[in-house]
């Protein structure tokens, strides 16, 4: 079982305002990621880390940033939310071993109005 | 690089049959390749994964799937379908030499029937 956790689950939030999506796993993992998931899409990765005081943009552009500065936490923030940015984000970690697998958090759903 | 493509946004299979997902992949080197399966309102779980050892790949849950170079396929099956199953399953790839640089498909959605 993996332990990796996103907080909050849900968050309905007004266009302008300032969020935080929180991440945090137990296992050790150097690496952690973030996707962005729209209803029936692919997943598409935001940002990643390798490790604390690592951040790196993914494939897909995105207006907000992440910070790494303790190996077990990776927030997301959005400094003004607006309603584009409403979509699923899933947080993700993974050892640095070859092979190792991936492991993901249940998810926030965001919702901009 | 790499992409990926799912067959299908939406498969129906009645309880008891025979589930199969199809996933072809595309990459320029030598991929690994997996399937995540996501219940509502939760993250994605991994399945099953292949990296370079048999070819035939058993995951949890009673899946597996086969790795075909020839036909760059990477197809999910189980022979008896549960209500359980019911789901959105992606399909990705990674390259070998970048494991966690991982391209998902846009998932199918399995319904189990009655």
């Known amino acids: 079982e993996a332990d990796i956790y996103q907080t909050p689950r849900y968050l309905v939030i007004g266009t302008g305002k300032k969020i935080t999506l929180e991440c945090s796993q137990t296992m050790g993992h150097d690496k952690m990621y973030w996707y962005q998931q729209d209803p029936g899409m692919e997943l598409h990765l935001i940002h990643y880390?390798?490790?604390?005081?690592?951040?790196e943009k993914g494939d897909l552009s995105s207006e907000s940033t992440v910070s790494r500065i303790r190996t077990e936490h990776f927030p997301l923030t959005l400094e003004s939310a607006r309603p584009s940015h409403t979509s699923q984000y899933l947080c993700a970690s993974k050892a640095s071993v070859p092979e190792e697998t991936q492991y993901f958090g249940p998810g926030t759903r965001l919702l901009v109005l | 690089a790499q992409s990926v493509t799912q067959l299908g946004s939406h498969v129906s299979v009645s309880e008891g049959a025979l589930v199969l997902l199809r996933c072809n992949y595309s990459?320029?080197?030598?991929?690994?390749l997996f399937w995540y399966v996501q219940y509502p309102n939760q993250g994605l779980q991994l399945l099953l994964k292949y990296t370079s050892a048999a070819t035939l790949v058993k995951g949890i849950n009673g899946f597996e799937a086969e790795f075909k170079k020839s036909e760059t396929s990477f197809h999910l099956t189980k022979p008896s379908a549960h209500m359980s199953d019911a789901a959105e399953y992606f399909c990705a790839v990674s390259p070998m030499n970048r494991d966690d640089k991982i391209i998902f498909g846009k998932g199918t959605r399995l319904h189990i029937l009655p």
């Open positions: 880390s390798y490790g604390v005081n690592s951040t």
């Open positions: 990459s320029s080197v030598p991929p690994y």
